[in-house]
């Protein structure tokens, strides 16, 4: 009877060592795909860096030019002179340098607006 309870230890003794030693390999895998995954994840930060750098840049500089190009237009539809819905040659001149400027940012890859 004693033998039995000496292979029941000992088979528990092996199942539980087994056990941990799977569970560390386990671990050990899922630290060093996660540490491939950070890694990668960084490469992909820097490699996007200058271009977000870029983009911000060119995203300021617009905001200034429409800025400027929105004053004009209220200014120019605001005008008590305009009573009529036509194009004139201050019209054309605003559109035209909308599209001048939607053509002159830097940074992204759409196309150019057609002009006139």
């Not at 292979?7 to 540490?35: E, F, K, P």
């Not at 992909?44 to 237009?73: F, G, L, M, W």
Request: aromatic letters at 6%.
């Amino acid at each position: 009877m004693k033998w039995r309870y000496a292979l029941l230890a000992l088979v528990v003794a092996i199942s539980t060592t087994a056990l941990i030693a799977w569970r560390s390999g386990w671990n050990a895998h899922a630290d060093h795909i996660n540490a491939l995954a950070a890694d990668k994840k960084d490469k992909a930060e820097k490699a996007i860096q200058p271009v977000e750098e870029k983009a911000a840049v060119a995203s300021a500089e617009a905001k200034v030019i429409y800025r400027t190009i929105n004053r004009d237009v209220v200014k120019y539809v605001q005008s008590p002179d305009r009573t009529r819905c036509d194009f004139d040659d201050e019209s054309v001149r605003l559109r035209q340098r909308a599209i001048d400027a939607a053509n002159a940012i830097s940074g992204f890859d759409a196309g150019t607006v057609q002009g006139k």
